[in-house]
């Protein structure tokens, strides 16, 4: 007896920025750079900050997913799973997806928090597909936010210039065409928790006077090392996905990646033969939100997206985490 496997698509996409901006004249107030260095080296103009103290990722998500919801017309009661990617949850428990769950009112659903930094959102795509897949959900939402202000150290201006805040949201279901999620390759490499991390405010280093004064609690990144795995990493896995299911460059219709920096973008779209035509891009007005990236970008260019689209969707972040996913674009967009 054969078995029709489920297949799990996007059926729907949106996101949410907060309204204050911060240029790249408004950083050199703050550290010594200029708008030349932060935009020849990251291709960034702006970024978005919650300025809101008593805000944070949750509050994101859930205007995301409203508007996800409005848009689906789909009710908050019909959603059976919240996966929330992010490395800025409101409190380490609860977990910011139960926050969510109650202020969006999708009262039937469960879910959990994801963390796999700036490749969050593909680790937590993956998962929200399986459920689809194995049939015991029909409705997943995945949503990648991130409050990085929260934890940027706006002295440090390899740092500061690079990180905003947003939240992009998209809702999952089983689809009976060949549409969707078709293929994906995810990795790990747990030797770059030295060159990209939080050092305080987990188990190992719990919060105190030192840790504070010592600014442990902001990201530390070492660049060159982290742009020299990113170049590497992203755009071999991919072209590695591309050979895997047979794709030309002249198949693929979009790439979507993270946005890090467009040098990294760059490099991605020559491995994989694309030209600037073919690459999401929305890093100037954004800076780099983490986790969000990606599906802030299919909101930003969903109208340009149709039916049967070849997309890739490529990441690398903190772990090291790195992956991408194939796509063939369920809908049209009206």
């Known amino acids: ?142 949503v990648g936010s991130d409050k990085m202000s929260s934890i940027v150290d706006y002295s440090d201006r390899k740092t500061c210039v690079i990180f905003g805040d947003g939240a992009g949201a998209v809702l999952l279901e089983p689809i009976k065409e060949k549409f969707g999620i078709i293929d994906s390759i995810l990795k790990v490499d747990g030797s770059g928790k030295e060159y990209l991390k939080q050092i305080a405010g987990g188990s190992l280093k719990p919060a105190s006077k030192e840790t504070v004064s010592s600014k442990e609690h902001y990201i530390y990144q070492d660049g060159k090392t982290v742009f020299k795995f990113a170049v590497s990493k992203m755009a071999d896995v991919a072209a590695q996905i591309m050979e895997k299911n047979k794709l030309k460059a002249s198949d693929v219709s979009w790439l979507v990646p993270h946005q890090a920096n467009l040098r990294i973008i760059d490099a991605t779209a020559r491995r994989m033969g694309l030209s600037s035509e073919k690459i999401m891009i929305n890093i100037q007005k954004y800076g780099n939100t983490t986790a969000a990236t990606i599906p802030l970008c299919l909101w930003d260019w969903e109208k340009k997206l149709k039916k049967g689209d070849n997309i890739i969707l490529a990441a690398f972040g903190g772990g090291f985490t790195w992956g991408s996913i194939y796509i063939k674009w369920a809908y049209n967009s009206k």
């Open 1 to 142: 007896m054969s078995i029709n496997k489920l297949n799990c698509a996007i059926t729907s996409v949106a996101g949410w920025v907060p309204e204050n901006k911060l240029t790249n004249k408004d950083l050199t107030k703050l550290v010594d750079t200029s708008d030349e260095w932060i935009t020849t080296r990251t291709g960034i103009k702006e970024r978005r900050i919650l300025r809101d103290r008593d805000k944070a990722t949750a509050y994101m998500s859930s205007k995301a997913i409203r508007r996800l919801l409005l848009k689906s017309k789909t009710k908050p009661e019909e959603i059976d799973l919240i996966i929330c990617a992010t490395v800025t949850p409101d409190m380490l428990f609860p977990s910011t997806a139960s926050i969510i769950i109650e202020e969006v009112g999708a009262q039937n659903a469960f879910g959990f928090d994801l963390s796999a930094a700036c490749s969050g959102f593909l680790f937590a795509l993956k998962t929200g597909a399986s459920y689809i897949e194995s049939g015991s959900c029909k409705k997943v939402i995945v």
